[in-house]
């Protein structure tokens, strides 16, 4: 019966870490694509990137301008093609924590 318990356990525990593995880091994916226009902070560049942090948009707006383009400004005139959908979807999240 012990035995039986531990494997439960143990095939939760590695079920839970590998969930937790492809896990996008919204925050680290945010820094890499798109802190160069927008700012570490989400404060926006002149010239460069609106600000984001505080905006009215929703997550599934930020993530829809990412993945399906609509932006006013190159290079959110198209699709960014570099970030999956689940990846633009943790960026969305972490824009809307920048407060």
Known sequence: MRIVWAAA???GVMATTAVK???PDGA???KQKC???HGDAGQGKPNAGIK???TAKSADAISGVI???GGTKFPHLKPMTTLTPAQ???VAAYV???K
Do not use: N, P
């Open 52 to 54: 984001l942090e505080g």
């Open 35 to 37: 802190a160069m226009c």
């Open 21 to 23: 593995a492809q896990t």
């Open 9 to 11: 356990l143990m095939a």
């Open 28 to 30: 680290a994916l945010y």
């Open 96 to 98: 809307k924590s920048l």
């Open 88 to 90: 633009a979807t943790a």
């Open 67 to 69: 993945t399906k383009g």
